[in-house]
């Protein structure tokens, strides 16, 4: 059972750098890792996903090193808007394909 | 395209009443799945179905049930209401489950049970 561990919670300041790290230390081979982001009174939104080493998109960056057993969501230059429970994702593969959301980190950004 | 949307978005029922909530998704995806999520809580998964005709037990299945009857739609029926199905249901899709597996949800449903 691939299971993901995260900080409960975070705080920020505006314009700071924020990096949220998530531990998956029996993720499978071939799986990949997914960030999503949930605002207050929304679904969770796909932010980013990778594999291995450094991918960057125009809302954050993804770390993973190369034994994979964890990985770590950079979001630059945070403002308020930022405020939201962030989620780290591996497949869970134990009695069939299926994607369970552990409990996630809640940012709270502050002015 | 509209994406994932679900129907009701609010609903206040009494105990032991039932209902229906109505899942659908316009990006012709296999992988659909409900989950509740409880205030300050994670996302727990309640039922998914890997296909047209297929349902599966997820997380929290008890108290409720599921058809997929077309490929499109994804119904969640709560047969005799609780309080404790207060919460509010998120409906998701996805193209496949594999190892690029990306998510899509709906707005949610605002359930309350009196």
């Known amino acids: 059972l691939a299971k993901t561990t995260q900080p409960i919670s975070m705080d920020s300041y505006e314009g700071q750098e924020v990096n949220i790290t998530c531990s998956h230390n029996n993720i499978a081979t071939n799986d990949y890792i997914t960030w999503y982001q949930q605002f207050p009174s929304q679904g969770p939104r796909f932010i980013i996903q990778?594999?291995?080493t450094k991918v960057t998109n125009e809302v954050a960056s993804l770390f993973i090193p190369a034994d994979r057993k964890s990985s770590t969501l950079s979001l630059p230059r945070v403002s308020l808007s930022d405020t939201a429970v962030y989620y780290c994702l591996v497949a869970d593969r134990a009695g069939g394909f299926k994607t369970i959301f552990g409990a996630g980190t809640r940012l709270f950004v502050k002015a | 395209n509209a994406g994932v949307t679900q129907t009701p978005k609010f609903r206040v029922l009494k105990t032991g009443q039932s209902m229906t909530l109505l899942c659908a998704q316009d990006m012709n995806h296999e992988y659909m799945y409900w989950y509740r999520q409880d205030p300050g809580m994670g996302l727990r998964l309640i039922h998914y179905s890997v296909g047209e005709g297929t349902t599966a037990k997820g997380e929290v299945p008890d108290g409720y049930n599921v058809s997929r009857l077309k490929k499109q739609n994804f119904l969640l029926g709560l047969e005799s209401a609780a309080p404790s199905q207060t919460s509010v249901y998120f409906c998701?899709?996805?193209?496949?489950?594999?190892?690029?597996?990306?998510?899509?949800f709906g707005s949610g449903t605002q359930l309350s049970v009196l």
């Open positions: 998701a899709s996805s193209y496949s489950p594999g190892v690029h597996e990306k998510l899509f």
């Open positions: 990778g594999y291995k």
